[in-house]
């Protein structure tokens, strides 16, 4: 990765706000490849966020403290769940226990910790959700992502779908669950500022924000993804082998007008601040269609406009992408 990290420098706009291990398990990096990936990212001195994702099982003192030299200042924990069965059934290593245990060493140290929750799971109670009252109530916890549970292709859950012939999912449970997470974590000064994430004291994830707001981004490593805020997507090759082969990293395409408006709607409107009205008028404006499309949202109670900018409600939050893809123009 530092190989590519070098070849592709002339490509990163600087100075970076941000710099971001995640995807796999970057927690198995040694301190050594930590160091000498950091060490060749320019203006690191400069980069106010350094997002390690991590497992429950990792948090040990001696990890905690070399990150924390590394200059990591930000990490993202994988919990999911507090309840057992759901944990064996996610084929997750770290139980509970672990868990809760493995947390309290966070309070020696000064990082902006994040963890990730997981809703809507079969068979997952209200109750399960809110324990998770023991972890986010935590002053050494300030942010929450929680999501709902998906069946992506390929994947474990997806083949027990397809044995099972019928769906694992229930729209409604997902729903439920969603809005019991939304009230508890507000309990807790939890702000929602976009669909699956929440903050205590404005720590909003810096790397998350820039994606939302179509920054240019560079993506080092097999199946990374970059955009150089214009017009240009790249996407690694994600093979392993191939990508170690050093040749041709990655493909590219040139998005057109269609495309950057579908995406200023899938990115904008999961966020709270919503689609700002200058950028659809930098597009040529809405269409008929669409117009009527923002009427019939704001007159069932699912979108606001406010401040120049088309904002979803706290229940239409819940339908972003549904939402934002009525939108579409293909």
């Not at 809703?119 to 109530?137: F, H, M």
């Not at 205590?200 to 939302?212: E, F, S």
């Not at 170690?244 to 495309?259: G, H, I, P, R, V």
Request: net charge negative; glycine share 6%.
């Amino acid at each position: 990765m530092v190989l590519e990290l070098k070849e592709r420098i002339p490509l990163i706009t600087l100075p970076l706000t941000s710099v971001y291990f995640g995807g796999g398990t970057p927690s198995l990096l040694t301190e050594t490849e930590l160091a000498k990936f950091l060490k060749n990212v320019p203006s690191l001195d400069e980069v106010q966020e350094i997002t390690l994702e991590v497992n429950p099982e990792d948090l040990t003192i001696d990890n905690l403290t070399t990150w924390q030299q590394l200059g990591i200042n930000r990490l993202s924990i994988g919990i999911q769940s507090l309840n057992e069965a759901l944990l064996k059934w996610m084929n997750r290593n770290h139980t509970a226990k672990d868990a809760i245990h493995n947390l309290r060493h966070l309070s020696h140290f000064s990082f902006n910790c994040s963890v990730d929750l997981i809703y809507g799971i079969p068979g997952q109670t209200v109750n399960d959700l809110l324990a998770v009252k023991e972890i986010i109530e935590k002053p050494y916890i300030n942010h929450v992502s929680a999501y709902a549970l998906s069946v992506e292709n390929k994947t474990l859950l997806a083949y027990s779908e397809a044995k099972s012939g019928s769906p694992l999912l229930d729209e409604n449970h997902q729903s439920r669950h969603y809005y019991e997470v939304q009230q508890l974590l507000a309990k807790f000064n939890y702000e929602q500022y976009e669909v699956s994430s929440y903050a205590r004291n404005k720590t909003y994830a810096k790397h998350n924000q820039n994606y939302w707001k179509r920054v240019p981004y560079l993506g080092i490593g097999p199946g990374a993804h970059s955009y150089d805020g214009k017009k240009i997507r790249r996407w690694n090759v994600s093979n392993n082998f191939s990508y170690m082969q050093q040749q041709n990293w990655f493909e590219e395409e040139t998005l057109t007008d269609d495309n950057l408006w579908n995406e200023l709607w899938l990115t904008s409107l999961r966020t709270c601040n919503g689609v700002d009205m200058e950028l659809l008028a930098s597009f040529g404006g809405l269409r008929t269609k669409e117009h009527q499309l923002l009427e019939e949202l704001i007159r069932t109670g699912d979108l606001v406009q406010n401040n120049h900018h088309y904002q979803l409600t706290r229940q239409g939050l819940l339908k972003a992408d549904r939402f934002s893809a009525l939108f579409f123009r293909i």
